[in-house]
């Protein structure tokens, strides 16, 4: 009888730690996608912001088919990104192939990195 008490004891103790770490793992999950979200949103201002030099003069990029200098999160003020107070950066590269311009964003938020590619066609 005292046996088998401790056995069930046992049993559901181990069901009680078992369920409480798989739902400290789904808490630092939501607190991360809160970081992945501000790694995309930072990797899309990079984009955006190789987008506005290729469309619109006047950019400190005086030809962005030839070359585009890397911008790195922080080196660079421009690359920071403020979100609810929290900053996330991108940083760029790119690589240019007959004619046809590829863009590599990558955004940092935390230690959650995100990256978003463009490619752009020089006509």
């Known amino acids: 009888m005292l046996l088998s008490i401790m056995i069930l004891g046992g049993v559901m103790l181990?069901?009680?730690?078992?369920?409480g770490v798989l739902l400290?793992?789904?808490v630092r999950q939501v607190n991360d996608a809160?970081?992945?979200?501000?790694?995309?949103f930072a990797a899309d201002a990079g984009i955006e912001f190789i987008s506005w030099c290729i469309f619109?003069?006047?950019c400190e990029i005086p030809n962005?088919?030839?070359?585009i200098p890397p911008h790195s999160c922080p080196d660079n003020p421009l690359s920071t990104v403020s979100f609810d107070g929290?900053?996330?950066?991108f940083e760029i590269e790119s690589s240019s192939d007959e004619g046809i311009l590829t863009i590599r964003s990558r955004g940092y938020s935390?230690?959650?990195v995100r990256i978003l590619e463009a490619q752009f066609i020089n006509e």
């Open 86 to 89: 929290d900053d996330a950066c």
């Open 64 to 67: 962005p088919f030839e070359s």
């Open 110 to 112: 935390g230690k959650t």
């Open 14 to 19: 181990s069901a009680s730690v078992i369920a």
């Open 56 to 58: 619109k003069p006047g």
């Open 24 to 26: 400290w793992y789904q």
């Open 34 to 40: 809160v970081s992945s979200a501000k790694a995309i």
